[in-house]
């Protein structure tokens, strides 16, 4: 199944620096559980998608056990200093549109 296969990739030879996720607000559950592995893992996770600018939404989601950040805006010119931040576990509330 797809988790089983995120969690093979997550702990392969090739370990990650940051987990990056686009979605949208019917996959709550399997992002919990992809946050919470990433968390065992030591690994940041970034959740994002054009749900995350409503305050109810960031209200449900930002509570998520393992969730670095919840990215709720158009972060595209800043997404590389976004993921190197996260990948130094430095934090990221500075970016504008990214909640955390």
């Not at 950040?69 to 130094?88: F, M, Q, T, Y």
Request: hydrophobic share 40%; net charge negative; proline share 5%.
């Amino acid at each position: 199944d797809t988790f089983k296969s995120f969690q093979q990739c997550l702990h392969a030879d090739a370990p990650y620096d940051v987990v990056l996720v686009s979605t949208y607000l019917m996959y709550y559950e399997l992002c919990a559980s992809i946050c919470e592995e990433c968390s065992r893992a030591s690994v940041p996770v970034l959740v994002g998608g054009s749900y995350f600018s409503q305050p109810e939404v960031i209200n449900e989601w930002i509570r998520m056990p393992g969730l670095t950040a919840l990215i709720g805006g158009e972060v595209e010119p800043d997404l590389a200093e976004i993921v190197r931040s996260a990948a130094a576990h430095e934090t990221l509330g500075q970016y504008e549109g990214v909640f955390v």
